[in-house]
């Protein structure tokens, strides 16, 4: 079975930065082979992707982070962090880890990031 736990979401001023970390396990659990990637979402909206990185090392961010945040794994922890810089009240979501790849795609429990203007 695989879980995604997050962790380091909290509350923070605009202008401050946050560390959100992801670790994978399970036994089947391939991490280096999956796409991890950190989603958010508000309520009533959407789930949208803010940034990916894949196996390869590839990053992929959304326009509206790119700049601020930075994707990064490490596989040998079996973990993805992403590092938030000069947060934006319009950050403010619940934010979750994602592993995909062929025949995978899961979740973690999502981790609130809260950012006061």
């Known amino acids: 079975q695989v879980q995604l736990v997050e962790s380091g979401g909290g509350l923070v001023q605009a202008g401050g930065s946050l560390r959100l970390s992801c670790a994978g396990s399970?036994?089947?659990?391939?991490?280096?082979?999956?796409?991890m990637g950190w989603y958010r979402q508000d309520p009533g909206q959407r789930r949208e992707l803010v940034a990916a990185?894949?196996?390869?090392?590839?990053?992929n961010y959304a326009d509206s982070v790119k700049g601020r945040f930075t994707i990064s794994r490490d596989n040998a922890k079996k973990t993805v962090d992403l590092q938030m810089n000069s947060l934006k009240p319009e950050d403010t979501a619940v934010y979750y880890c994602?592993?995909?790849?062929?025949?995978?795609?899961?979740w973690g429990q999502g981790t609130q990031v809260t950012v006061s203007s």
């Open positions: 399970g036994s089947t659990f391939s991490f280096r082979l999956n796409t």
């Open positions: 994602n592993a995909k790849r062929t025949g995978l795609d899961r």
């Open positions: 990185i894949d196996s390869g090392g590839s990053t």
